[in-house]
């Protein structure tokens, strides 16, 4: 697994877990969302670069729909649906609440299979 990833993920799990910390739990859970997101994007491009799939423009949205050349369709699909969970997440509304634990740890989950269909 590349460094970068394992170091995202790593972040992910001590802001999940790491209940006797002071700050509050729901700015901890976004930034767990935040770390997997940043995990997810690593292992994409990681997995374009091996497979010398070069995506210039478009940012992340088209580096995942260039992830259909180097996967099956539907990790691709459901590459882009966690990705599209996490950056909801990832991102304050005033009018909603943050994502919960379950939510994170579900998306923790996701991740984790998604890096062992991504080979990274």
């Known amino acids: 697994m590349n460094p970068v990833v394992k170091q995202w993920l790593a972040t992910a799990e001590q802001l999940i877990h790491d209940d006797a910390s002071s700050t509050a739990a729901a700015l901890r859970f976004r930034g767990a969302a935040?770390?997997?997101?940043a995990a997810l994007e690593a292992a994409v491009a990681a997995t374009l670069s091996a497979a010398a799939v070069e995506v210039t423009a478009g940012g992340s949205r088209a580096r995942f729909l260039g992830l259909r050349v180097c996967v099956d369709a539907s990790t691709?699909?459901?590459?882009?649906?966690?990705?599209?969970?996490?950056?909801?997440?990832?991102?304050?509304?005033?009018?909603?609440?943050?994502?919960?634990?379950?939510?994170?740890?579900?998306?923790?989950?996701?991740?984790?299979?998604?890096?062992?269909?991504?080979?990274?």
């Open 34 to 37: 935040f770390a997997l997101r």
């Open 76 to 120: 691709a699909q459901r590459a882009k649906a966690v990705w599209g969970a996490l950056c909801l997440a990832c991102h304050y509304h005033h009018y909603e609440l943050g994502p919960s634990k379950e939510q994170v740890q579900s998306w923790h989950a996701d991740v984790v299979a998604l890096l062992g269909c991504l080979n990274t």
